[in-house]
């Protein structure tokens, strides 16, 4: 467990720069899992209680306050981890047409922020910022762009993420399918 120590005034610490650059490397490694189509190895970076979601995005009037819609909300995906295993077993098995042919996939990841780092805790919350390109045949191509929030939990086997909340920014997805992993 990794405790930090008292802020000083500068607003940052030894402690909090190591913790950003083990999150940002998490992430950028997860992204070349992804890309490498390393599905499994992928699925290791998270815990047995996660909880993998993508709720529903609705447009407000320009006067009316964004509301981000809570976690019993309808969802595009509401994953644990043994339905994202299952999924990554079907696309193994070669008979998933979304992934026939193998798509190219890059994740771009910026705008990492750590928050909620309780001393003594083994949890906390990174914001994130994604742009996520996928080509498949000769004319299919989705964006997807938005912000994850993942609780972070520091385990014997080093960072794994409990839950992921993503917040794509399209209301209308417009991708023919969502296999993509985020």
């Known amino acids: ?37 390393e599905y499994d190895a992928w699925l290791e970076l998270f ?12 447009n ?12 019993d909300a309808l969802a595009v995906i509401d994953d644990d981890k043994p339905f994202l295993a299952e999924r990554i077993a079907k696309i193994a098995t070669g008979k998933a047409w979304t992934d026939d042919p193998t798509p190219r996939v890059r994740h771009l990841i910026t705008n990492v922020v750590i928050s909620d780092v309780e001393p003594g805790s083994d949890e906390f919350t990174v914001t994130s910022h994604f742009l996520i390109n996928r080509n498949r045949v000769e004319d299919e191509q989705d964006s997807f762009i938005g ?21 794509l920014d399209q ?12």
């Open 1 to 37: 467990m990794t405790t930090m120590a008292p802020d000083t005034g500068s607003g940052v610490t030894v402690e909090r720069m190591l913790l950003q650059y083990e999150v940002e490397q998490f992430l950028y490694h997860e992204a070349g899992l992804l890309a490498r189509h």
């Open 147 to 167: 912000c994850r929030v993942d609780r972070f939990r520091r385990t014997p086997e080093g960072l794994r993420v409990c839950r992921r909340r993503i917040l």
């Open 60 to 71: 407000h009037a320009a006067r009316a306050p964004e509301t981000i819609e809570h976690d």
């Open 171 to 182: 209301s209308v997805i417009l991708s023919k399918n969502m296999s993509v992993m985020f």
């Open 47 to 58: 815990t047995d209680d996660l909880r993998y979601y993508m709720p529903l995005r609705r």
